[in-house]
């Protein structure tokens, strides 16, 4: 029989991994543009109505699964119901495929926390990402390395191997609980200065003042809903595997709603601090906040570094920014390949050594094959933009689909939450999650369907979009399907008994 499985020493320390891989990129960079652009202040209320009726109920969900199942995603949903098993397959397809680019943006952090302390980039910050640091050329497949950019990346693969062979204690848990205080103390040292900056307060304004008429576009509401779910990393398997290394005896719900709120608090700050800095930068170049602001990598790699160079003690703020980009991206990272290694060690019976490796060595490959050419930005940024919206959005609808009305495994969930939680679950949990999630879910996914199939997304080249985006959704979809009727190894956890 299989070695006993591993789990968290305790509560706290899955509080800091779960808390670890929700706080990542989304809230730095996604977040305060999305609020920005979404009403401003008026955008608290759908994002907190999402945070409530999507949100909270989805972790519950991903909670109970994982920890009645006490398995990987593809175990735990094969012991809800033998039908569900594929969704776990989904599931890691998709955190592959997140791992594969997910790691390179953590390189770029590390250079960039170098690059602060002379200001690289001189005085024309894209210039400089694109062409010197990037060396991005045409969207086209090419095999032209760039050693500024894969050799942090293979630093970053390599420390990954050490940090997830120590296994879910001692690797996992240890990482957090070492990484995410030093996260907050970075973070709230950055954002604190940057309140100090002339023009902060102008900055503040722009973010908050609110638009009410928002409150009327649906794809407001469509906006706030595609911010919780990315940002609570729910729906895509992360959230099963880890609360399935919890002690059988745990309060559930009363988890779920401290990550939930961390996440958010986590948002808000990183909201103020990000338009603090860009109030700064627009009174530098003397033009309105609204024509500075930008999103992910263009928040990141193109306005801090032009703040860092205008603001006094820049080098400090550079080390803050880039460190917690860095330590963000890192927590969230490890709860990525977690996903896909406790999948691999269920189903193939291995050791988490050999697991490991299994799991790292194909992604690293792949990884460095990919990200460091001159067209590395443009498949990150695809494979980004597919995999958000088409696989974790229809493999978070699928599987509430699936196990609500297809298996009807709805009450039993209920009943685990119940048996273990502080506060209970009852019909307005099973409504909010079997009527209300799976209506906003599949409305957005049609919606940006209809949108990606008329208008190439960024105007990207066919072949590109095909490879990258339609490809790699449909092989996600149709190899989870295979590979869910595949047998289970005799020396696999499934051999054992399922929980009572
Ligand atoms: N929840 C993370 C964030 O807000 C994002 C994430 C994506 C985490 C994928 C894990 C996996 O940035
Ligand atoms: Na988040």
């Given at each position: 029989t299989p070695a006993k499985r591993e789990g968290f020493s305790s509560r706290r320390v899955f509080l800091f991994a779960a808390i670890?891989?929700?706080?990542?990129?989304?809230?730095?960079?996604?977040?305060?543009?999305?609020?920005?652009?979404?009403?401003?202040?008026?955008?608290?209320?759908?994002?907190?109505?999402?945070?409530?009726?999507?949100?909270?109920?989805?972790?519950?969900?991903?909670?109970a699964i994982g920890h009645r199942g006490r398995a990987s995603s593809p175990l735990a949903f094969r012991r809800l119901n033998r039908k569900t098993e594929f969704i776990g397959w989904w599931h890691m397809g998709i955190n592959s495929v997140i791992a594969i680019y997910y790691a390179a943006i953590i390189a770029w952090s590390v250079r960039y926390m170098i690059f602060s302390f002379n200001q690289e980039w001189g005085d024309d910050a894209k210039t400089f990402f694109m062409k010197d640091f990037l060396k991005a050329g045409k969207p086209q497949l090419s095999l032209d390395f760039n050693p500024g950019i894969l050799i942090p990346l293979v630093l970053v693969w390599l420390s990954l191997i050490v940090i997830m062979a120590l296994g879910v204690q001692k690797g996992v848990g240890a990482a957090n609980v070492v990484f995410m205080p030093l996260l907050i103390l970075m973070f709230v040292g950055l954002v604190a200065y940057s309140l100090t900056l002339p023009g902060a307060m102008t900055g503040l304004n722009t973010l908050f003042s609110p638009d009410w008429g928002a409150l009327a576009n649906g794809q407001v509401w469509v906006a706030a809903y595609g911010q919780i779910f990315f940002s609570l990393s729910i729906g895509f398997g992360i959230m099963v595997t880890y609360a399935s290394y919890l002690k059988p005896k745990?309060?559930?719900?009363?988890?779920?709603?401290?990550?939930?709120?961390?996440?958010?608090?986590?948002?808000?700050?990183?909201?103020?601090?990000?338009?603090?800095?860009?109030?700064?930068?627009?009174?530098?170049?003397?033009?309105?906040?609204?024509?500075?602001v930008e999103e992910g990598t263009g928040l990141a790699f193109i306005a801090f570094p032009t703040i860092?160079?205008?603001?006094?003690?820049?080098?400090?703020?550079?080390?803050?920014?880039?460190?917690?980009?860095?330590?963000?991206?890192?927590?969230?990272?490890?709860?990525?390949?977690?996903?896909?290694?406790?999948?691999?060690?269920?189903?193939?019976?291995?050791?988490?050594?050999?697991?490991?490796?299994?799991?790292?060595?194909?992604?690293?490959?792949?990884?460095?094959?990919?990200?460091?050419?001159?067209?590395?930005?443009?498949?990150?940024?695809?494979?980004?933009?597919?995999?958000?919206?088409?696989?974790?959005?229809?493999?978070?609808?699928?599987?509430i689909v699936v196990v609500v009305y297809c298996v009807r495994a709805l009450p039993t969930l209920r009943d685990h939450l119940n048996s273990v939680s502080s506060f209970k679950v009852g019909w307005l949990w099973m409504i909010l999650l079997a009527v209300v999630t799976p209506l906003i879910l599949g409305y957005s996914l049609i919606s940006t369907f209809f949108t990606s199939l008329f208008k190439p997304y960024e105007g990207y080249p066919a072949e590109l979009l095909l490879i990258f985006g339609w490809g790699m959704v449909a092989f996600l979809i149709i190899g989870s399907i295979v590979i869910s009727f595949l047998p289970w190894s005799h020396k696999s956890r499934a051999a054992e008994e399922p929980p009572a």
């Open positions: 670890g891989s929700a706080v990542g990129l989304g809230n730095i960079w996604r977040f305060p543009a999305a609020a920005y652009k979404n009403g401003g202040g008026a955008f608290m209320i759908p994002y907190i109505v999402a945070l409530l009726t999507a949100g909270v109920t989805f972790l519950f969900f991903d909670y745990t309060d559930l719900t009363g988890s779920g709603t401290v990550v939930g709120f961390a996440n958010s608090g986590f948002e808000l700050l990183a909201g103020i601090g990000v338009f603090a800095a860009l109030g700064f930068m627009a009174q530098a170049q003397g033009v309105a906040v609204g024509k500075v860092i160079s205008q603001a006094p003690a820049g080098a400090l703020i550079g080390f803050l920014f880039f460190g917690s980009l860095l330590f963000a991206g890192f927590t969230s990272f490890i709860s990525i390949l977690e996903v896909i290694i406790a999948g691999v060690q269920d189903k193939a019976g291995t050791s988490r050594l050999i697991s490991t490796m299994i799991v790292i060595i194909p992604l690293a490959i792949i990884s460095t094959l990919l990200m460091p050419t001159s067209s590395g930005l443009y498949v990150l940024d695809i494979l980004d933009n597919f995999v958000n919206n088409f696989g974790i959005l229809a493999a978070g609808l699928t599987s």
